[in-house]
């Protein structure tokens, strides 16, 4: 266990575990440290475009163990909200539009899931999901059900999904479309910034106090704290050190490591905590002070207090 008071960790993938088709540097090592320590691991994405089978023969390929039981997506989190928050009844008509994943998670659990374009009578709820098979008729059939006042659901708000090919829509877009054609916006979001993701995975993992590692402030340290849980920036992906501390407090991760092996109690970890909780005072002093945005003086004091970070948390500080 990293830390007595943690009894799960809760990992983001892209930036904390791999980065494009290779490991984050120290990452397998820590995973590998986590697993010999018995410490229940759960990897927590949004992106619903693989299957956690995928997602496990890709961390595998990279040297990371990993089972699809430990990948919760952004179905299951959905699926799970509509019984614990939109109060669906067990076997309730649930209309999916996405893909098998989510029609598989809203089966799994107790509703009848039912294909979008199938749909005959007014459902209890609809659920809205990535799938690269979607098209304007799917649309075009949740926008009739959102139009009449029935519940809506969406796993994810991703503007964008990583591709073989780079960038292409994600489920944001397509929720949008609905969102536009009906005036509405979904009830309920299930993947990060909002909290149901990581609590899925907490209840998973059988967790009441687990440790939310990421590498954004805006989606995993958000969604972390939205959920309760202590969290950790990891500056291996696409925060670093500059942006913890010009974040708005909501935002804050509780601890800043350099590498996930900074997960254990280490001098350099008891380092970036008394670092991280210094320089947020001295920044929320600095911000207090500021009257011009671009002030050169406050900008020199800012170089200086990041100058200090970085000597405080370099390997070879005392
Ligand atoms: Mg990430």
Redesign the pocket.
């Known amino acids: 266990m990293p830390t007595a008071e943690h009894d799960a960790v809760l990992l983001?993938?892209?930036?904390?575990v791999y980065a494009g088709d290779r490991a984050v540097p120290r990452a397998p090592e820590a995973m590998a440290r986590l697993r010999q320590e018995g410490t229940p691991v759960r990897f927590v994405t949004n992106n619903a475009s693989r299957t956690p089978q995928q997602v496990a023969d890709k961390l595998v390929s990279v040297g990371v163990e990993a089972a699809a039981e430990e990948v919760l997506g952004s179905p299951r989190a959905a699926a799970e909200l509509l019984v614990d928050r939109v109060g669906v009844p067990a076997g309730g008509t649930v209309a999916v539009v996405g893909g098998t994943g989510l029609l598989r998670a809203v089966e799994e659990a107790g509703l009848r899931a039912v294909p979008v374009l199938e749909v005959q009578e007014r459902p209890d709820a609809v659920v809205q999901g990535f799938s690269p098979d979607l098209g304007w008729r799917h649309l075009a059939a949740a926008t009739r059900w959102v139009r009449a006042g029935v519940t809506w659901v969406a796993s994810n708000l991703d503007l964008t999904i990583p591709t073989a090919d780079g960038v292409a829509p994600g489920n944001g877009l397509l929720v949008h479309a609905v969102a536009e054609a009906s005036g509405r916006r979904p009830d309920f979001v299930a993947g990060k910034p909002e909290p149901f993701l990581f609590l899925s995975a907490a209840r998973s993992a059988g967790a009441s106090a687990p440790l939310v590692v990421?590498?954004?402030l805006d989606?995993?340290i958000a969604g972390g704290r939205a959920a309760g849980f202590t969290t950790a920036l990891v500056l291996t992906?696409?925060h670093g050190l500059d942006d913890a501390l010009a974040a708005e407090p909501a935002l804050r991760p509780d601890r800043v490591l350099l590498t996930l092996d900074d997960l254990w109690d280490s001098p350099t970890r008891e380092r970036a905590d008394e670092a991280t909780a210094a320089l947020h005072e001295a920044w929320d002093a600095l911000d207090a002070l500021t009257t011009s945005p671009g002030d050169a003086s406050v900008a020199d004091d800012r170089a200086a207090l990041l100058q200090e970070w970085s000597a405080r948390l370099s390997p070879g500080a005392a």
């Open positions: 983001d993938l892209d930036g904390v990421g590498d954004r989606t995993d992906g696409v």
